[in-house]
C-alpha cells in the first residue's frame, strides 16, 4: 500500500475541470517534500506533468496546475480533451522509507 | 534531445536473472542519477531505487535490496538493472528514468526510457 493516497478514479466531460487529490502525511507531504505529477497512457512512457509543486515543464500546457497545503497535494485540469484520458500519478519523497521516492496509486481520468 | 533508450523484452524462468540497460543521450550521463520504475500488470508504479554515475552511489528501495543491482558504463552513458531469483510477480514493465535533484532529497523524472516488458513464466 502507498504512503500517498490518490482516488481511483475521476471523470468530466470535454471542457469541464477536475482536480486529484494526492494525500500523504507527517513523513512525506506533510514534512515538506515537494510532489510532482506524471500522466501515463497506456503503452507510453510516463510524462511529468508538474515538478516542484506546481511547476509545469516547458511543452506542458497551462490547463495543468498542481497545489500543495499540508499533509496533501492536487493536480487540477482545466479545458478537458478527450486525449487528456490517461492514469495519473503524484510522486514524493518519503523519510521513513530509507531514502525511497514514493508514488500514489494511481488515479484514471475518464473523459465522458 | 535527451532521450533514454532500453534494451528489448525479456523472458524469464522463475529463479532467473534478467538484466535491463538504458542508453542515455543528449546530455552529460555523469550529471544526472538514473533512477528505476516498475509497473506490474493492472498496477501502479513502484520506485525501485536510483545510481549515481558518477560516483556510482546507490539507493535501493527496501522490498528491492538484497535482489536488485544498479550498474552503469559510463564510457557507453549506458545504465544497467539487474533483478534476480525472479518471481511470477516480477512480471512487469521496467522503466528507467533520468532523476532531476528538487529540494530536499527529492527528485523528479524526466525523461523516461521506452519501458522493458519482463515476463517470468513458471
Known amino acids: 500500500q502507498s504512503p500517498l493516497t490518490q482516488p481511483p478514479s475521476v471523470s468530466g466531460a470535454p471542457g469541464q475541470r477536475v482536480t486529484i487529490s494526492c494525500t500523504g502525511s507527517?513523513?512525506?507531504?506533510?514534512?515538506?517534500?515537494?510532489v510532482h505529477w506524471y500522466q501515463h497512457l497506456p503503452g507510453t512512457a510516463p510524462k511529468v506533468l508538474i515538478y516542484?509543486?506546481?511547476n509545469r515543464p516547458s511543452g506542458v500546457p497551462d490547463r495543468f496546475s498542481g497545489s500543495k497545503s499540508g499533509t496533501s497535494a492536487s493536480l487540477a485540469i482545466t479545458g478537458l480533451q478527450a486525449d487528456d484520458e490517461a492514469d495519473y500519478y503524484c510522486?514524493?519523497?518519503?523519510?521513513?522509507?530509507?531514502?525511497?521516492?514514493?508514488f500514489g496509486g494511481g488515479t484514471k481520468l475518464t473523459v465522458l | 534531445q535527451v532521450q533514454m533508450v532500453q534494451s528489448g523484452a525479456e523472458v524469464k524462468k522463475l529463479g532467473a536473472s534478467v538484466k535491463v540497460s538504458c542508453k542515455a543521450s543528449?546530455?552529460?550521463?555523469?550529471?544526472?542519477?538514473i533512477n528505476w520504475v516498475r509497473q506490474a500488470p493492472g498496477q501502479g508504479l513502484e520506485w525501485m531505487g536510483w545510481?549515481?554515475?558518477?560516483?556510482?552511489?546507490?539507493v535501493y528501495a527496501e522490498r528491492f535490496k538484497g535482489r536488485v543491482t544498479m550498474t552503469r558504463n559510463t564510457s557507453i552513458s549506458t545504465a544497467y538493472m539487474e533483478l534476480n531469483n525472479v518471481r511470477l510477480e516480477d512480471t512487469a514493465v521496467y522503466y528507467c528514468?533520468?532523476?532531476?535533484?528538487?529540494?530536499?532529497?527529492?527528485?523528479?523524472?524526466?525523461?523516461w526510457g521506452q519501458g522493458t516488458l519482463v515476463t517470468v513464466s513458471s
Open positions: 507527517s513523513s512525506n507531504i506533510g514534512a515538506g517534500y515537494d
Open positions: 543528449g546530455y552529460t550521463f555523469n550529471n544526472f542519477d
Open positions: 545510481m549515481n554515475p558518477k560516483s556510482g552511489n546507490k
Open positions: 510522486q514524493s519523497y518519503d523519510y521513513r522509507l530509507d531514502g525511497s521516492q514514493v
Open positions: 516542484g509543486n506546481n
Open positions: 528514468a533520468r532523476g532531476r535533484a528538487y529540494g530536499r532529497g527529492g527528485r523528479w523524472f524526466d525523461p
